[in-house]
């Protein structure tokens, strides 16, 4: 399995979970992304996890045609 879908597969669990306990989905989600952060500054650079953080928001829109995307 591919650490996209273990980590996706992680992702729909929790936001399942939260929806079972009556949790609210964009609280969760908001802690999970803390909890990534937090574990990336266990290794990586304040600066590193801030460029990856600028890196997915800059590049999150699913309609975009981004120019890395282009053969």
Same mark, same amino acid.
């Given at each position: !399995?591919?650490?996209?879908?273990?980590? /996706?597969?992680?992702? %729909?669990? #929790? /936001?399942a &979970?939260a *929806? @079972?306990e009556?949790? $609210?989905? $964009? @609280?969760? #989600? *908001?802690y !999970? =992304?803390?909890?990534?952060?937090h574990?990336y /500054? &266990?290794? *990586?650079? =304040? &600066? $590193?996890?801030? #460029? &990856? =953080?600028r890196f997915?928001? %800059?590049?999150c $829109?699913?309609?975009?045609?981004? !120019?890395?995307?282009?053969?």
């Amino acid at each position: !399995m591919s650490a996209a879908k273990i980590a /996706l597969k992680h992702v %729909e669990a #929790a /936001l399942a &979970e939260a *929806r @079972a306990e009556g949790a $609210d989905a $964009d @609280a969760t #989600a *908001r802690y !999970m =992304l803390g909890a990534i952060v937090h574990k990336y /500054l &266990e290794y *990586r650079s =304040l &600066e $590193d996890v801030r #460029a &990856e =953080l600028r890196f997915v928001a %800059e590049n999150c $829109d699913p309609d975009a045609d981004y !120019m890395f995307m282009r053969p």
